[in-house]
């Protein structure tokens, strides 16, 4: 509990290192961040699409998680992460995220990273604005997306 005297009771220079610390106390916390949705809206359409209509741009890395903000213009590739979980918020758009099942005609890309055609035997789960979508690691997943989506991601190691 933060105990004030009084203004009058209070040494002129007290008061002055009173009011200097003020800002120091209501400081945010060491790794706290935010970003607006200004920011998102704007870092979705910045990011180049590559050849799978794909654009990523990794907004924030804290150790063993991270935020990428994703844009898409059509259907993804099956993806497989092998240690991490994905956790999926929708912006914007509309798709189809199909879960589970076996990517078709897999094969590595990065280390722990897998990728496929697409997915057999998997389930259907539509996506629009406001879903949320948690994926473990190891489990197929992939978006069909008609038009355009644009999702936040947090990547989070799970080893």
Known sequence: MLLIAPADKMPAMKKLMFLAALPLM???PAG?????NADI?????AVKL???KAGVDRVGNWGNHALLVVR???DGEAEIHETQVDVITVISGEGTLVVGGS???SHPTNPGEIRGKSITGGT???MSAGDVFHIPAKVPHQMLVPKSLV???VKVDSK
């Open 41 to 45: 809206q704007s870092r979705a359409k």
């Open 103 to 105: 990517a078709v005609e």
């Open 26 to 28: 209501a400081a945010d």
């Open 32 to 36: 706290f961040t935010a970003y607006t």
């Open 124 to 126: 259907n789960h539509k």
């Open 50 to 52: 590559d050849e799978h």
């Open 151 to 153: 999702i936040q991601v």
């Open 72 to 74: 898409r213009e059509g």
